[in-house]
Nanobody, 127 residues
Framework: QVQLVESGGGLVQAGGSLRLSCTASGRTFSSRTMGWFRQAPGKEREFVAASSWTGGSTYYADSVKGRFTISRDNAKNTVYLQMSSLKPEDTAVYYC????????????????????WGQGTQVTVSS
């Protein structure tokens, strides 16, 4: 089992930055793709970014490409999401998630690929 705890959300003005962290329990973190998703009120949960289990490959939604950076520290069982140039439309609850499979190099953008989810952290960007 993998348990995930996010932190780092908050209120920020448009154009500002935040860094989200997600720390995992268990011994399989380093073998799993990790993803960040977000869900705004009244909308479906959507893919934001993912990091392969090695950290060597990263993937981003078009809406955040060039502004957000995902990284991971396998020694600390932690994945990060550095968010810059934030916009009001980035306002959402952000969730980190761990791939249901180990050593997966396939799909990463669907919620169906992830079995383990954190509780979410609120990010609010004011205009």
């Amino acid at each position: 089992q993998v348990q995930l705890v996010e932190s780092g959300g908050g209120l920020v003005q448009a154009g500002g930055s935040l860094r989200l962290s997600c720390t995992a329990s268990g011994r399989t973190f380093s073998s799993r793709t990790m993803g960040w998703f977000r869900q705004a009120p009244g909308k479906e949960r959507e893919f934001v970014a993912a990091s392969s289990w090695t950290g060597g490959s990263t993937y981003y939604a078009d809406s955040v490409k060039g502004r957000f950076t995902i990284s991971r520290d396998n020694a600390k069982n932690t994945v990060y999401l550095q968010m810059s140039s934030l916009k009001p439309e980035d306002t959402a609850v952000y969730y980190c998630a761990a791939d249901r499979r180990q050593y997966n190099s396939g799909s990463y953008y669907s919620t169906r690929e992830y079995d383990y989810w954190g509780q979410g952290t609120q990010v609010t960007v004011s205009s």
